[in-house]
């Protein structure tokens, strides 16, 4: 890549490039700079190095889910533990009138 494109930095969204995220820090042709949410910085190193210990860690783990599946997955979580008001009292709560239903 740093011959081909003449680049010392690939900068790219992290949700749609996972697989070349990881491929590339196993590589050991990167070493990451920068990374949140919603992207990812790597500089290009000037000669293959041992791959950072992420990214040894990130292959022994394919299997866990990711950081994007687990946010999703407590957000669907919490949209189904979202109670409704219910629209009649049940016995033993206030009315409009502040008297107990019985």
């Not at 990881?22 to 050991?28: D, V």
């Not at 599946?69 to 219910?86: M, Q, R, S, W």
Request: a negative charge.
């Amino acid at each position: 890549m740093r011959e081909k494109f003449e680049s010392h930095y690939i900068f790219s969204d992290t949700q749609n490039h996972q697989d070349m995220y990881a491929k590339l820090m196993e590589s050991g042709w990167v070493e990451k700079v920068y990374e949140d949410d919603e992207a990812f910085v790597l500089k290009i190193r000037d000669e293959k190095g041992e791959p950072p210990k992420e990214a040894e860690a990130a292959a022994d783990n394919s299997d866990e889910p990711t950081p994007e599946e687990i946010k999703a997955a407590e957000a669907e979580e919490n949209d189904g533990n979202l109670l409704e008001p219910d629209d009649d009292n049940s016995p033993g709560e206030a009315n409009n009138a502040g008297e107990k239903n019985n």
